[in-house]
């Protein structure tokens, strides 16, 4: 039988796992999938290499995980709604996902998680960052662990853009004002802190893409212990780097990581496929 000899290695000491040893063009055997389960929970990343699927493949595989609806904000490949295209053109400056963040964190369902394939790569460049949240939040003090068990945290859509004022990033203040018109209903209160439905860990549910501040607290309060945790979590110790190949999968689960897309490599071609994961019935 196939797909009986799955290897796993840490790809950091607290984020990541490489799997190999496994077709996932094949079925899925059910000792390996809950390996794979257990791994991407834990770690909050597992990564594949060489993994030439169709759309009908990458999407079968996905859907063994839970509930993949159509992807939102993203164009698709036809006859695969549930399919979204990260693409970066050479003529583009801005790239999807340029920041650390937990997907759809302004939603009251954020996504399980996300399994991306790389279909076209730029000739260097365009790695992925991963950051545990889960190791972030066990390595804070008992006593700030204390405080934040007690707070929650506003996310909101239009914060990214208020957030990242990098200048290949950067918008103007009419854009800023269409934004926030556009996605003031994408928002969303999440406690700091949330236990992982499936280990029952306790996960640092902030990042630095949609969470704007404390409830209760005003911005310029709640920016600068925000930001000392972003630091923390996103500290190369509790962090790891996926350097892609053509044919590569990184699936995150985005209740217990946080990811971010360089986007260092203007004027080359980057094309992924991603299909997004709710958990059953939340999407
Ligand atoms: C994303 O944030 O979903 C995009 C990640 C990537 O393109 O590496």
């Not at 957030?163 to 003031?184: C, F, G, Q, S």
């Not at 990184?250 to 071609?269: K, T, V």
């Amino acid at each position: 039988m196939k797909n009986t000899a799955v290897t796993l290695r840490p790809m950091s000491a607290n984020t990541g796992m490489m799997v190999s040893g496994i077709d996932l063009r094949e079925p899925v055997p059910e000792a390996a999938y809950r390996e794979m389960r257990h791994a991407l929970c834990d770690r909050g990343v597992i990564c594949f290499r060489g993994q030439d699927l169709t759309p009908a493949q990458h999407l079968a595989f996905a859907k063994l995980f839970g509930d993949v609806p159509p992807a939102e904000f993203l164009k698709t490949p036809d006859g695969f709604p549930e399919i979204g295209i990260i693409a970066k053109l050479p003529d583009e400056t801005r790239n999807v996902g340029g920041n650390w963040h937990s997907d759809h964190s302004f939603d009251s369902h954020a996504p399980l998680g996300a399994v991306l394939l790389a279909r076209e790569l730029p000739e260097s460049g365009g790695d992925t960052l991963f950051a545990n949240m889960g190791s972030a939040f066990d390595s804070l003090s008992d006593g700030l662990k204390e405080m934040l068990r007690g707070l929650r945290a506003v996310h909101a859509k239009a914060q990214s853009w208020h957030a990242d004022t990098r200048p290949d990033r950067a918008v103007d203040a009419a854009e800023l004002a269409r934004v926030d018109e556009e996605y003031k209903d994408r928002i969303c209160v999440h406690p700091a802190v949330t236990r992982h439905p499936e280990t029952g860990r306790e996960i640092l549910f902030i990042n630095p893409t949609y969470t704007s501040h404390f409830e209760g607290w005003t911005y310029d309060e709640s920016r600068p212990l925000l930001e000392d945790l972003f630091a923390h979590a996103t500290s190369p110790e509790n962090s790891c780097r996926f350097q892609w190949d053509e044919g590569s999968i990184a699936f995150w689960d985005n209740r217990s990581a946080m990811h971010y897309a360089l986007n260092d490599y203007h004027g080359q071609r980057r094309i992924m496929h991603r299909a997004t994961i709710y958990e059953a019935g939340t999407a």
